[in-house]
DNA sequence: CTTGGGGACCAC
DNA sequence: TGGTCCCCAAGT
């Protein structure tokens, strides 16, 4: 018998191998690498993928596996070794590595149930429990936990009258439906019509009905046109005249919708040079890594598409990334606009089920570009001729948990398999790719003007101290508001952008200024609307808001809801006359009504688009002349090393938004650190005097990209013993490297407690360590295996956020 | 002498 | 991760 090698379900160290199972002799054809299967393991039945098939194995006592989940692999050979790579260089579990390949709806649903055993009847059961197996003949165990019968349906258990059954489920099922299809020819058809009894009206009906369309015909409108029964249609495929198939068929997401077909676009001649070399690299077939910087406006996609078109020519298919966030309708109407059916699209906006459809489709190779957010660079293609990352500066492109992976590094890894270029591009490209494009380890490609010459918007900082100081309390700044009373009247557009961070939507007494914090998490609470709660985000406390200060018993404790409310409140006072579109979480929330709230916009509904981060991006409409940002540095003052970077980059994009057509645009950037560099420089749109500024800075506090980081993270109940523990892994990692590293730590994590663990960090920043890895795995050797003391070890390679 | 809770160990 | 086995402490 052939044996399967198996990484299972289980997301522990000990487990974190192949286990070995013997392919029962009706699966021996079917069984492939990159299949799921269900196996057993210990007591129950789990999902696993198989990573190889073997003739023999160390292990005597084999057990077989129960069965495939799959017809075809669903990770192919290149994805299975991406995975060995992921588990590697993030140091993550296998599992993870593979299922963060997959659409969330292969991952298995486990059941567990309660079956009365084999030839017994529910009157040997107790009374008190018959009634749960009259009808059905299991129990969910859920339903058992639930009811509290768990002690007395094992007493049963142990005794045999039940068993214990687990069940490995699909999370979503194939959409199928029934497809009737004539068996022979017309004329055949014709003859055995006639053959049929009189008395078979309903039967020569149908036949009659598929001499006129000899095609495929779904059953739901093949009953409804040949005014017929699915009995009628049974006894005529028994009589193998017809025949009756489940077809899988797509949910499609954009099946309504119409795409307005594009042509190519005549280059101009700065982009004609830019598309020059990474044509070239793809018709060379070789890998390399171009970033593409262009400023807002410069026609970047454009370049994308023209280099996809040529991918495809080739025979080949494309990868496109962009932040999830600027996914939108309009983003994807560009590409669907361009290769129609050619184009799947994978983002956060579509039901599990959409999702795997999309995936299918690119798996059984129906398409050959995927456009989509981070995951979408797992895509199953097998002969990838470009990767495209838009926005390539995105921090969303780092997944946060395991396993924790770039997207661009991931990029690059796929794209050295297939010999092709990758293309980050971006207005403002991160510190670590400029840098790089700097050493010539990318290609640095420019777009230094935007298209048809439109100059960029100009751009006034507004020192919002000096409002203060001439008595202006309000969050409009004079001139921010002459101007936007100015667009009102000319009749164009203006967009209102709001940095949400700190104007999130906490809980504070305006007497004393207390803050109404988590009771597990060092944290504060944030404000829901429904039902007038206040919540944690860390660990899901919930409670109601108090009517008085829990601090000083004032009454005037209220919450300061999402900032964009209270500027649209605040707008309403000034500018009655203005009709304001708010797009923030609390109106975007229903599917589809992001979508509708920037189609008003673009038709003229409102005077004032006013939201967050999300309208950051991709906004391209001809009537913006106006872009105000309320407050540029509230996300300055962030405990992040990022901080400035993410500040430029920010007010850089939503500068974007202006004057992209006829009309010239302008921008108001309001401000308490006018004198900043990063807002500063922002308002002249000037990146190279950023970068430089920048890496001064980075240079001179050890930060990437003069330094890679690792952060190390260590969370317990105790705050003793976490202090302790880092202390340990502090002193055990400094007595390993070079002394060219910098160790930082035992430090309070920036969010001390979440759920009542402390949290402690280690951040290493190091230039070369070559053993460095083997040290971080030597770290979680020890921790992940030590159960004992309920310390968890959490390592992040690269991280973006340090927290 | 039973019961139940907690920790260590195991799973091809 | 879930299950079982084993130990110990509290309860009938």
Request: aromatic share 8%; net charge neutral; with cysteine.
């Amino acid at each position: 018998m052939k044996i399967a090698s198996v990484i299972v379900d289980v997301p522990t160290k000990q487990t974190d191998r192949p286990f070995d199972y013997l392919v029962p002799d009706e699966w021996d054809e079917v069984i492939q690498p990159g299949m799921r299967v269900i196996v057993p393991f210990g007591p129950r039945k789990i999902q696993g993928f198989v990573t190889e098939i073997k003739t023999e194995s160390e292990v005597k006592q084999l057990r077989e596996m129960i069965e495939p989940m799959d017809l075809e692999p669903v990770l192919n050979k290149e994805l299975l070794h991406l995975g060995e790579w992921l588990t590697e260089t993030t140091l993550c579990f296998k599992i993870f590595a593979y299922q963060a390949m997959l659409p969330a709806a292969l991952k298995a649903k486990y059941e567990k149930k309660v079956k009365l055993a084999p030839g017994m009847k529910e009157e040997c059961l107790p009374e008190a429990i018959q009634s749960f197996f009259i009808n059905n003949n299991s129990l969910d165990w859920d339903k058992a936990l639930k009811n509290g019968l768990v002690s007395i349906l094992q007493r049963e258990a142990a005794k045999g009258f039940l068993e214990v059954v687990y069940v490995v489920k699909e999370r979503v099922k194939k959409k199928q439906m029934k497809v009737v299809s004539p068996l022979m020819s017309t004329a055949d058809l014709k003859i055995e019509m006639e053959r049929l009894p009189s008395n078979a009206e309903k039967q020569k009906q149908v036949l009659h009905f598929f001499l006129d369309h000899p095609n495929p015909i779904e059953l739901r409108q093949l009953l409804a046109e040949a005014n017929a029964s699915t009995a009628t249609v049974k006894a005529l495929v028994e009589k193998k005249l017809l025949s009756e198939e489940e077809m899988e068929v797509y949910r499609d997401p954009f099946e309504h919708r119409i795409f307005e077909h594009s042509t190519p676009l005549p280059l101009t001649s700065a982009q004609a040079d830019v598309i020059e070399p990474i044509l070239a690299s793809i018709e060379s077939e070789k890998h390399e890594v171009f970033l593409l910087y262009g400023v807002t406006g410069s026609g970047k996609t454009e370049i994308y598409l023209q280099s996809i078109q040529k991918v495809i020519e080739k025979g080949e298919e494309a990868i496109v990334l962009v932040p999830e966030i600027s996914l939108t309708p309009q983003m994807v109407n560009r590409f669907k606009g361009r290769f129609g059916d050619l184009v799947a699209v994978l983002h956060s906006g579509l039901s599990a089920g959409e999702k795997y459809d999309e995936w299918r489709k690119i798996q059984r190779k129906e398409v050959k570009v995927v456009v989509g957010a981070r995951s979408a660079i797992f895509a199953p293609f097998e002969n990838i001729g470009i990767i495209i990352i838009d926005e390539e500066h995105e921090t969303s492109y780092k997944q946060e948990d395991m396993p924790r992976y770039h997207a661009r590094d991931v990029a690059i890894e796929r794209a050295k398999t297939y010999h092709c270029p990758v293309v980050l591009g971006s207005a403002t490209p991160s510190l670590e790719s400029f840098a790089r494009a700097q050493k010539k380890v990318y290609q640095l490609l420019t777009l230094s003007s935007r298209m048809n010459e439109r100059p960029l918007p100009s751009v006034e900082i507004v020192d919002m101290r000096e409002e203060l100081r001439a008595g202006n309390r309000s969050m409009f700044s004079r001139k921010l508001f002459e101007m936007l009373k100015d667009r009102i009247e000319k009749k164009q557009q203006s967009v209102l952008f709001l940095n949400k961070r700190g104007h999130s939507s906490f809980v504070m007494c305006r007497d004393c200024g207390y803050v109404v914090n988590c009771p597990n998490c060092e944290i504060s609470l944030t404000y829901h609307r429904a039902g007038s709660r206040m919540k944690c985000h860390y660990c899901g406390y919930e409670d109601h808001i108090p009517k008085a200060c829990p601090e000083c018993s004032s009454e005037y404790i209220r919450y300061f809801g999402s900032g964009t409310q209270k500027v649209e409140e605040e707008l309403g006072k000034i500018l009655p006359e203005a009709r304001v579109i708010r797009m923030d979480v609390d109106t975007t929330g229903r599917k589809g009504s992001h979508e509708r709230l920037l189609k008003d916009f673009q038709d003229g509904k409102a005077d004032i688009l006013l939201g967050t981060q999300m309208i950051a991006k991709g906004l391209d409409f001809p009537n913006i002349t106006l872009v105000g940002v309320l407050s540029a540095d509230t996300m300055l003052h962030l405990p992040d090393f990022r901080s400035s970077e993410k500040t430029f980059q920010l007010l850089t994009q939503v500068s974007g938004r202006a004057g992209r057509h006829q009309l010239p645009g302008e921008v108001v950037i309001q401000t308490y650190t006018p004198e900043h560099y990063s807002i500063e420089l922002a308002g002249t749109q000037n990146y190279a005097f950023f970068y430089h500024r920048e890496m001064m800075m980075r240079k001179l506090h050890h930060y990437p990209p003069f330094y890679y980081l690792v952060l190390i993270t260590l969370t317990h109940e105790n705050l003793m013993s976490v202090v302790s523990e880092t202390e340990k892994i502090v002193n055990f990692v400094r007595s390993q490297v070079s002394n060219q590293a910098v160790i930082l730590g035992p430090a309070a994590s920036p969010i001390p407690r979440i759920n009542n663990r402390y949290r402690y960090q280690c951040l290493i920043k190091y230039k070369r360590e070559p053993h460095l890895t083997r040290i971080l795995k030597k770290i979680l050797d020890q921790y992940q295996t030590e159960t004992k003391n309920g310390l968890q070890v959490s390592i992040d390679i690269n991280p973006f956020i340090l927290m």
